[in-house]
C-alpha cells in the first residue's frame, strides 16, 4: 500500500486532536487584562504543547514522503504514536488546569517520552522494513536528536517532584531543539 491513506489518516488525527486541545481554552469571565491572569497556565501549556504537535506533524509528513510503501507493522507503529499523541490534550489540559503541579507535570513528560520511543519505534519499523540503506536510514542515521530527547525527558519526570520549572524549562528546551524540521529527512525527500 502507498502512504497516502496512512497520511491522510495520521493528518486528521493531528486535527482532532489540536481541535480537542483549543476547545479546553475556556473563556475568561472578564473584559479586562486581569480576566486573563488565571489563563496564563493554561495558555501556556496548550502553546507548549502545539508546538509539540506541530513537530510532531512536520516531521511525520517528512518521514513518510521518503517511505515508499506501507506494511501492517508499519500500521500499527503508527496507530502507536497516534495513541500517545492522543493523550496530549488530557495531560496538556491537567498540567495547565492544576498550575503545572509534579504530577501533572510528571506525567505530561510521561506522555512526551512515550511518543518519543512511539515515533523513533514508527522509524525504526519503516527503515527495517525498506532497508539499511534506504533514504530514512541515510537521514538519521544515529538520531543522535531522538535519543537525547528521550534520556531528557525521563530526567523531566523525576525532576517534576524536585521543582516542576526545571522539567518545564527541559520540555521547552526539547521542543526548540526540533522547531526547525528535521532537515536530514528533508534533503531527502528532493
Same mark, same amino acid.
Given at each position: ?13 493531528? =486535527?482532532?486532536? #489540536? ?7 475556556? %473563556? ?24 509539540? $504537535?506541530? #513537530?510532531? @506533524? ?15 507493522? #508499519?500500521? @500499527? ?6 495513541? @500517545? /499523541?492522543? $493523550? ?8 495547565? !488546569? ?55 525527558? /525521563? ?6 517532584? %524536585? ?5 518545564? =524549562? #527541559? ?6 531543539? @526540533? ?6 529527512? !528533508?534533503?531527502?525527500?528532493?
Amino acid at each position: 500500500m502507498k502512504t497516502t491513506r496512512l497520511e491522510a489518516f495520521s493528518d486528521g488525527v493531528f =486535527a482532532v486532536i #489540536i481541535t480537542i486541545m483549543v476547545l479546553e481554552l475556556k %473563556v475568561p469571565h472578564g473584559t479586562d487584562w486581569e480576566a486573563l491572569r488565571p489563563l496564563t497556565p493554561v495558555f501556556l501549556t496548550y502553546v507548549l504543547s502545539f508546538v509539540y $504537535l506541530s #513537530i510532531y @506533524w512536520n516531521n511525520h509528513h517528512h518521514m513518510l514522503h521518503v517511505t515508499e510503501d506501507v506494511t501492517g507493522a #508499519i500500521m @500499527w507503529a503508527n496507530l502507536h504514536l497516534l495513541f @500517545w /499523541l492522543s $493523550l496530549t490534550p488530557f495531560v496538556t489540559a491537567w498540567m495547565g !488546569e492544576n498550575h503545572f503541579a509534579p504530577l501533572p507535570t510528571a506525567v505530561y513528560g510521561a506522555v512526551l517520552v512515550c511518543a518519543a520511543i512511539a515515533y523513533t519505534t514508527l522509524q525504526a519499523t519503516i527503515i527495517r522494513h525498506q532497508g539499511p540503506h534506504s533514504k530514512l536510514a541515510e537521514a538519521v542515521k544515529n538520531d543522535v536528536k531522538g535519543k537525547l530527547s528521550i534520556v531528557l525527558y /525521563l530526567a523531566a519526570i523525576p525532576l517534576a517532584f %524536585v521543582h516542576q520549572a526545571i522539567s518545564d =524549562a #527541559i520540555y521547552a528546551a526539547v521542543a526548540l531543539m @526540533w522547531l526547525v524540521p528535521d532537515r536530514r529527512i !528533508e534533503s531527502k525527500v528532493h
